[in-house]
């Protein structure tokens, strides 16, 4: 099955410090992957959708100069929090879509996660 | 706005008992619905789809247009379907070139022996 992984599954960082984290496609090529948070005993809210080779598409309310998206190839997406606060520190989830030639709907793979921590 | 309610925080059966979780969702075209489910320390993986109509690990789910739900079922709960349940609509364009999927806040389902 198509497996997507996470890098680091988990970070502490001081405030005012920027935070990467990776989402990759380990065995299919995903031209579409998406970012969620998820705040404890809470459901996920997405982010952004993040295209291969073009702007990410943010959510209302998500601020594009914080959550920078960059998805410079078919298998990886980032994430970058900048200048991260406490208020940041949550669960962030990435996904990727499965598209199937002649399929009308599609399926997303889900990664495990990565706890971010901001002291 | 596209809006998808779980209307149960918990739901706490007996093992073998039925169980139904309840997902309504506010109609805007015609979404394609799954139900994705997390097990404990595991990721968030689909469970179903409506659109494939098949039963997974015992489990089916039924679209009703005119109610506008989508509740999952089984017929006898086992211990190790105790998870979060999350319906999921999926807006917008589909043939895999837009579409969102929307949470609901999740059910946790536990099953007790």
């Known amino acids: 099955g198509a497996v997507v992984s996470q890098h680091p599954s988990w970070v502490i960082c001081k405030s005012g410090t920027s935070v990467k984290i990776e989402c990759r496609s380990l065995?299919?090529?995903?031209?579409?992957m998406f970012w969620y948070r998820q705040f404890p005993k809470q459901s996920l809210m997405l982010m952004a959708t993040s295209n291969e080779g073009s702007k990410a598409t943010y959510e209302q309310g998500v601020e594009k100069d914080k959550f920078l998206i960059n998805h410079a190839s078919l298998t990886l997406s980032t994430l970058t929090v900048t200048s991260a606060h406490p208020e940041d520190s949550s669960f962030y989830i990435c996904?990727?879509?499965?598209?199937?030639?002649?399929?009308?709907?599609?399926?997303?793979?889900f990664g495990p996660g990565t706890r971010l921590t901001v002291l | 706005a596209q809006r998808v309610t779980q209307p149960e925080k918990l739901l706490s059966v007996f093992k073998g008992a039925p169980v139904e979780l309840k997902c309504n969702y506010s109609y805007s075209g015609s979404p394609e619905l799954f139900w994705y489910v997390q097990y404990s320390r595991q990721r968030l993986q689909l469970l179903l789809r409506h659109i494939s109509r098949e039963s997974i690990k015992g489990f089916t789910a039924d679209l009703n247009k005119g109610e506008t739900s989508f509740h999952l079922k089984k017929p006898f709960a086992q211990e190790e379907d105790s998870a979060m349940y999350y319906c999921a609509p999926l807006w917008g364009n589909y043939g895999g070139s837009q579409g969102n999927l929307i949470f609901g806040k999740g059910t946790k389902l536990s099953v007790k022996p």
């Open positions: 065995d299919f090529q995903a031209t579409t």
């Open positions: 996904s990727a879509r499965v598209v199937k030639a002649g399929v009308t709907t599609d399926t997303q793979y």
